[in-house]
């Protein structure tokens, strides 16, 4: 009998307190998970993102518009969630993966080929009015209540 007689499925999942030496962090997935690591302030998110050797895309919950747009122009990624936890773009967007993350086509004609000296970045983001009400900047991601 095989090991996996229906296939080789991995529904979604939540990895958290992940370690910068777990191989979730160091190998790239793909795959429905999700991999949470937690850092004290917006500066070491930064530093902690910028040191993966992968690019593929990245998260942000707030509803600060400077932690935003700071975390967005500071990361060096291809694909930025702003309030939205999967980064995925949808169709009409390109795949924007970054640094060790694949880059997609290497065809150097055409547009393919001025794609190729310039790094895309896709931010997907979702504001609600009802965050502009509060004062402080929550950066959880939001829960089911």
């Known amino acids: 009998m095989?090991?996996?007689?229906h296939g080789n499925?991995?529904?979604?999942?939540?990895l958290s307190n992940a370690k910068t030496s777990s191989s979730c962090y160091t190998e790239e997935i793909f795959a429905p998970v999700l991999t949470a690591l937690f850092v004290d302030?917006?500066?070491?998110?930064i530093q902690l993102i910028n040191s993966n050797p992968y690019g593929n895309?990245?998260?942000?919950?707030t509803n600060s518009g400077a932690a935003a747009r700071k975390f967005q122009n500071d990361v060096d990624v291809g694909q930025i969630g702003v309030n939205v936890p999967i980064p995925v773009p949808l169709p009409m967007f390109s795949?924007?993966?970054s640094r060790g993350s694949i880059r997609g086509d290497l065809n150097f004609y055409g547009k393919?080929?001025?794609?190729?000296?310039t790094q895309l970045k896709t931010v997907t983001s979702l504001w609600r009015s009802a965050d502009a009400e509060s004062s402080v900047a929550h950066v959880?991601?939001?829960?089911m209540r």
């Open 2 to 5: 095989p090991k996996y007689p």
């Open 9 to 14: 499925f991995l529904g979604p999942t939540i």
């Open 41 to 45: 302030t917006l500066e070491d998110a």
């Open 57 to 61: 895309g990245t998260a942000i919950f």
């Open 95 to 97: 795949f924007t993966g």
């Open 112 to 117: 393919a080929g001025v794609q190729f000296y």
């Open 140 to 143: 959880n991601m939001p829960t």
